[in-house]
Protein backbone atom coordinates (compact mmCIF):
# COMPACT_ATOMS: atom_id res chain seq x y z
CA UNK A 1 0.00 0.00 0.00
CA UNK A 2 1.77 2.92 -1.04
CA UNK A 3 1.78 6.26 1.23
CA UNK A 4 -0.54 8.20 -0.60
CA UNK A 5 -3.40 5.45 -0.74
CA UNK A 6 -2.63 5.25 3.40
CA UNK A 7 -3.13 9.13 3.71
CA UNK A 8 -6.30 9.32 1.60
CA UNK A 9 -7.78 6.43 3.61
CA UNK A 10 -6.67 7.83 7.07
CA UNK A 11 -8.45 11.50 5.90
CA UNK A 12 -11.50 9.40 4.48
CA UNK A 13 -11.41 7.73 8.25
CA UNK A 14 -11.18 11.22 9.86
CA UNK A 15 -14.14 13.00 7.62
CA UNK A 16 -16.11 9.51 8.75
CA UNK A 17 -15.89 10.31 12.21
CA UNK A 18 -16.28 13.90 12.04
CA UNK A 19 -19.45 13.15 9.73
CA UNK A 20 -20.46 10.57 12.80
CA UNK A 21 -19.86 13.49 15.19
CA UNK A 22 -21.68 16.02 12.74
CA UNK A 23 -24.68 13.79 12.60
CA UNK A 24 -24.88 12.87 16.21
CA UNK A 25 -24.45 16.78 17.40
CA UNK A 26 -27.00 17.70 14.77
CA UNK A 27 -29.66 15.18 15.92
CA UNK A 28 -29.66 17.29 19.74
CA UNK A 29 -29.43 20.89 18.39
CA UNK A 30 -32.41 19.71 15.76
CA UNK A 31 -34.14 18.65 19.15
CA UNK A 32 -33.39 21.42 21.20
CA UNK A 33 -34.94 23.91 18.22
CA UNK A 34 -38.25 21.64 18.57
CA UNK A 35 -38.09 20.20 15.28
CA UNK A 36 -39.49 17.06 16.47
CA UNK A 37 -42.46 16.83 14.68
CA UNK A 38 -45.65 13.79 15.44
CA UNK A 39 -48.83 12.85 15.35
CA UNK A 40 -50.87 14.64 12.76
CA UNK A 41 -48.52 17.46 12.66
CA UNK A 42 -45.87 15.27 11.01
CA UNK A 43 -48.50 14.01 8.38
CA UNK A 44 -49.16 17.30 7.49
CA UNK A 45 -45.54 18.63 6.61
CA UNK A 46 -44.48 20.86 4.68
CA UNK A 47 -48.38 22.17 4.86
CA UNK A 48 -47.94 22.57 8.84
CA UNK A 49 -50.06 25.81 9.61
CA UNK A 50 -49.65 26.47 13.88
CA UNK A 51 -46.26 26.39 16.35
CA UNK A 52 -43.05 28.40 16.31
CA UNK A 53 -42.03 26.57 13.17
CA UNK A 54 -44.79 27.33 10.76
CA UNK A 55 -43.41 30.19 9.31
CA UNK A 56 -40.27 27.97 7.93
CA UNK A 57 -42.08 25.50 6.59
CA UNK A 58 -44.67 28.22 5.12
CA UNK A 59 -41.68 28.93 2.45
CA UNK A 60 -40.62 25.23 2.33
CA UNK A 61 -44.47 24.49 1.33
CA UNK A 62 -44.32 26.59 -1.89
CA UNK A 63 -40.92 25.45 -2.20
CA UNK A 64 -42.38 21.51 -2.67
CA UNK A 65 -45.78 22.62 -4.76
CA UNK A 66 -43.54 23.90 -7.01
CA UNK A 67 -41.53 20.68 -7.32
CA UNK A 68 -45.13 18.65 -7.23
CA UNK A 69 -46.51 20.68 -9.95
CA UNK A 70 -43.53 21.33 -12.44
CA UNK A 71 -41.49 18.44 -12.00
CA UNK A 72 -43.29 15.01 -10.14
CA UNK A 73 -46.64 15.34 -11.80
CA UNK A 74 -45.28 16.51 -15.30
CA UNK A 75 -42.36 13.83 -15.10
CA UNK A 76 -45.74 11.16 -14.03
CA UNK A 77 -47.59 11.79 -17.40
CA UNK A 78 -44.45 12.37 -19.33
CA UNK A 79 -43.65 9.08 -18.86
CA UNK A 80 -46.63 7.52 -18.45
CA UNK A 81 -46.04 5.71 -15.30
CA UNK A 82 -45.41 5.67 -11.75
CA UNK A 83 -42.03 7.36 -10.67
CA UNK A 84 -39.35 6.14 -8.42
CA UNK A 85 -37.85 9.45 -6.55
CA UNK A 86 -34.64 9.71 -4.39
CA UNK A 87 -34.93 12.30 -1.36
CA UNK A 88 -31.69 12.97 -0.74
CA UNK A 89 -30.91 14.38 2.83
CA UNK A 90 -34.50 13.19 3.59
CA UNK A 91 -34.59 13.90 7.22
CA UNK A 92 -38.01 12.35 8.47
CA UNK A 93 -39.25 11.19 4.91
CA UNK A 94 -42.02 13.62 4.98
CA UNK A 95 -41.39 14.44 1.03
CA UNK A 96 -41.39 10.83 0.39
CA UNK A 97 -44.24 10.05 1.79
CA UNK A 98 -45.71 12.83 -0.34
CA UNK A 99 -44.37 11.08 -3.13
CA UNK A 100 -46.17 8.04 -2.36
CA UNK A 101 -49.32 10.04 -2.17
CA UNK A 102 -49.07 10.36 -5.32
CA UNK A 103 -48.55 6.91 -6.25
CA UNK A 104 -44.81 6.63 -6.82
CA UNK A 105 -42.40 4.85 -4.82
CA UNK A 106 -39.44 6.71 -3.06
CA UNK A 107 -36.10 5.94 -1.20
CA UNK A 108 -35.45 8.18 1.38
CA UNK A 109 -31.91 8.52 2.56
CA UNK A 110 -30.12 10.40 5.14
CA UNK A 111 -27.05 9.94 7.43
CA UNK A 112 -29.24 10.53 10.44
CA UNK A 113 -31.44 7.64 11.96
CA UNK A 114 -32.66 9.57 15.09
CA UNK A 115 -36.52 9.91 15.73
CA UNK A 116 -36.05 13.44 16.05
CA UNK A 117 -36.70 14.65 13.05
CA UNK A 118 -33.85 11.77 11.08
CA UNK A 119 -35.18 8.37 9.48
CA UNK A 120 -35.99 7.40 12.87
CA UNK A 121 -39.00 9.75 12.72
CA UNK A 122 -40.32 8.02 9.22
CA UNK A 123 -42.43 4.76 10.91
CA UNK A 124 -46.14 6.82 10.62
CA UNK A 125 -45.05 7.65 6.69
CA UNK A 126 -44.17 3.98 6.33
CA UNK A 127 -47.39 2.57 8.09
CA UNK A 128 -49.55 4.87 5.90
CA UNK A 129 -47.81 4.00 2.31
CA UNK A 130 -46.57 0.43 3.09
CA UNK A 131 -44.25 -0.94 0.14
CA UNK A 132 -43.91 2.83 -0.81
CA UNK A 133 -41.09 4.24 0.92
CA UNK A 134 -37.59 2.80 1.17
CA UNK A 135 -35.07 4.07 4.10
CA UNK A 136 -31.75 3.71 3.49
CA UNK A 137 -29.07 5.42 6.09
CA UNK A 138 -26.47 6.82 3.98
CA UNK A 139 -24.35 10.24 2.41
CA UNK A 140 -24.88 11.17 -0.71
CA UNK A 141 -21.90 11.13 -1.57
CA UNK A 142 -21.66 7.51 -1.84
CA UNK A 143 -25.09 6.14 -2.74
CA UNK A 144 -26.02 2.97 -2.53
CA UNK A 145 -28.38 2.51 -5.61
CA UNK A 146 -27.73 0.79 -9.05
CA UNK A 147 -27.05 2.77 -11.36
CA UNK A 148 -30.19 4.51 -13.48
CA UNK A 149 -32.66 3.30 -11.16
CA UNK A 150 -34.45 6.50 -10.00
CA UNK A 151 -36.27 8.94 -12.18
CA UNK A 152 -35.62 11.60 -9.77
CA UNK A 153 -32.75 12.52 -7.51
CA UNK A 154 -33.80 15.36 -5.50
CA UNK A 155 -31.53 17.33 -2.94
CA UNK A 156 -33.53 17.91 -0.70
CA UNK A 157 -32.79 21.15 1.74
CA UNK A 158 -29.34 19.29 1.82
CA UNK A 159 -27.23 19.97 -0.66
CA UNK A 160 -25.26 22.77 1.09
CA UNK A 161 -24.17 20.22 3.19
CA UNK A 162 -21.67 18.56 0.66
CA UNK A 163 -18.04 18.88 1.11
CA UNK A 164 -17.79 18.22 -2.23
CA UNK A 165 -20.31 19.66 -4.92
CA UNK A 166 -19.04 18.27 -7.94
CA UNK A 167 -18.49 14.62 -6.34
CA UNK A 168 -22.61 14.80 -4.89
CA UNK A 169 -23.78 15.78 -8.28
CA UNK A 170 -21.49 13.11 -9.91
CA UNK A 171 -23.15 10.37 -7.58
CA UNK A 172 -26.99 11.81 -8.01
CA UNK A 173 -26.47 11.54 -12.07
CA UNK A 174 -25.02 8.16 -11.71
CA UNK A 175 -27.60 6.58 -10.24
CA UNK A 176 -30.76 9.06 -12.50
CA UNK A 177 -31.98 7.43 -15.85
CA UNK A 178 -31.00 8.96 -19.04
CA UNK A 179 -33.56 11.54 -19.02
CA UNK A 180 -34.61 11.95 -15.75
CA UNK A 181 -34.54 15.13 -13.18
CA UNK A 182 -32.02 15.89 -10.84
CA UNK A 183 -33.42 18.68 -8.61
CA UNK A 184 -32.04 21.18 -6.02
CA UNK A 185 -34.66 22.34 -3.47
CA UNK A 186 -34.01 24.60 -0.72
CA UNK A 187 -30.81 24.95 -0.59
CA UNK A 188 -29.44 29.13 -0.47
CA UNK A 189 -28.59 30.48 -3.36
CA UNK A 190 -27.06 33.63 -3.71
CA UNK A 191 -26.15 36.02 -6.46
CA UNK A 192 -23.20 37.29 -5.40
CA UNK A 193 -20.81 34.83 -3.77
CA UNK A 194 -19.36 37.56 -1.46
CA UNK A 195 -23.09 37.71 -0.02
CA UNK A 196 -22.61 33.54 1.00
CA UNK A 197 -19.34 34.20 2.22
CA UNK A 198 -20.57 37.09 4.67
CA UNK A 199 -23.31 34.63 5.15
CA UNK A 200 -20.98 32.32 6.00
CA UNK A 201 -18.60 34.60 8.16
CA UNK A 202 -21.74 35.62 10.12
CA UNK A 203 -22.60 31.91 11.54
CA UNK A 204 -19.27 31.12 12.65
CA UNK A 205 -19.40 34.26 14.65
CA UNK A 206 -22.41 33.89 16.12
CA UNK A 207 -21.51 29.50 16.60
CA UNK A 208 -21.08 29.51 20.24
CA UNK A 209 -24.30 31.50 21.13
CA UNK A 210 -25.97 29.67 18.49
CA UNK A 211 -24.88 26.03 18.62
CA UNK A 212 -23.15 26.01 22.03
CA UNK A 213 -20.96 23.04 23.59
CA UNK A 214 -21.79 21.76 19.36
CA UNK A 215 -20.19 24.74 17.64
CA UNK A 216 -17.44 23.01 17.36
CA UNK A 217 -18.25 19.40 15.36
CA UNK A 218 -21.61 21.30 13.81
CA UNK A 219 -18.45 23.54 11.96
CA UNK A 220 -15.95 20.65 11.83
CA UNK A 221 -16.63 19.70 8.30
CA UNK A 222 -15.88 21.62 5.54
CA UNK A 223 -19.89 22.04 3.70
CA UNK A 224 -19.70 24.42 1.06
CA UNK A 225 -22.85 26.05 3.08
CA UNK A 226 -24.41 27.37 -0.26
CA UNK A 227 -24.65 27.66 -3.82
CA UNK A 228 -24.35 30.75 -6.43
CA UNK A 229 -25.15 29.96 -10.40
CA UNK A 230 -21.50 29.81 -11.19
CA UNK A 231 -20.75 27.45 -8.63
CA UNK A 232 -22.97 25.12 -9.81
CA UNK A 233 -22.28 25.52 -13.54
CA UNK A 234 -18.63 24.81 -12.62
CA UNK A 235 -19.04 21.71 -10.62
CA UNK A 236 -21.33 20.46 -13.23
CA UNK A 237 -19.06 20.75 -16.60
CA UNK A 238 -18.11 17.37 -16.82
CA UNK A 239 -21.59 16.19 -16.07
CA UNK A 240 -22.84 17.94 -19.46
CA UNK A 241 -26.12 19.44 -16.64
CA UNK A 242 -27.41 22.39 -17.71
CA UNK A 243 -29.17 23.87 -14.82
CA UNK A 244 -32.85 25.71 -15.11
CA UNK A 245 -34.08 27.86 -12.37
CA UNK A 246 -37.74 28.09 -11.82
CA UNK A 247 -38.89 30.87 -9.13
CA UNK A 248 -41.02 30.07 -5.87
CA UNK A 249 -43.33 32.61 -5.50
CA UNK A 250 -42.29 32.83 -1.34
CA UNK A 251 -45.02 34.65 1.02
CA UNK A 252 -44.96 38.17 1.12
CA UNK A 253 -42.77 38.46 4.64
CA UNK A 254 -40.10 36.46 2.89
CA UNK A 255 -39.98 38.28 -0.66
CA UNK A 256 -39.45 41.45 1.00
CA UNK A 257 -36.33 40.12 2.53
CA UNK A 258 -34.13 41.90 0.26
CA UNK A 259 -35.36 45.30 0.26
CA UNK A 260 -35.51 45.09 4.17
CA UNK A 261 -31.67 44.06 3.68
CA UNK A 262 -31.04 47.16 1.45
CA UNK A 263 -32.79 49.80 3.93
CA UNK A 264 -30.80 48.15 6.82
CA UNK A 265 -27.59 47.91 4.35
CA UNK A 266 -27.30 44.45 5.28
CA UNK A 267 -25.87 41.87 2.99
CA UNK A 268 -28.00 40.48 0.34
CA UNK A 269 -30.15 37.20 1.72
CA UNK A 270 -30.27 34.08 0.02
CA UNK A 271 -33.15 32.53 -2.43
CA UNK A 272 -34.07 29.10 -2.23
CA UNK A 273 -36.64 28.54 -5.87
CA UNK A 274 -36.10 25.34 -7.70
CA UNK A 275 -33.07 24.02 -9.19
CA UNK A 276 -33.61 21.42 -12.31
CA UNK A 277 -31.76 19.69 -14.79
CA UNK A 278 -32.04 17.01 -17.22
CA UNK A 279 -29.70 13.90 -17.16
CA UNK A 280 -28.29 13.45 -20.84
Known amino acids: MTDAT ?3 LANDASEQAALARFAAD ?3 HRAAEGRGHDGDELLALPFLERGPLARQWAVRARSFEVFREHVMRVEARRLGRQLRVLDLGAGNGWLCYRAALEGHSAVALDIRDDAIDGLGAA ?3 L ?6 IECVVAGFDAIPL ?3 SVDIAIFNASLHYSTDLARSLTEAGRVVRPGGRIVILDSPFYARARDGEAMVAEKRKGASARFGERAESLLALPFIEFLTRDRLRDASVALDLDWKRRRVRYPLWYELRPLQAALRRQRTPSRFDLWVSVKP
Open 6 to 8: ISR
Open 127 to 132: DRAPGR
Open 26 to 28: YSK
Open 146 to 148: DPA
Open 123 to 125: QPF
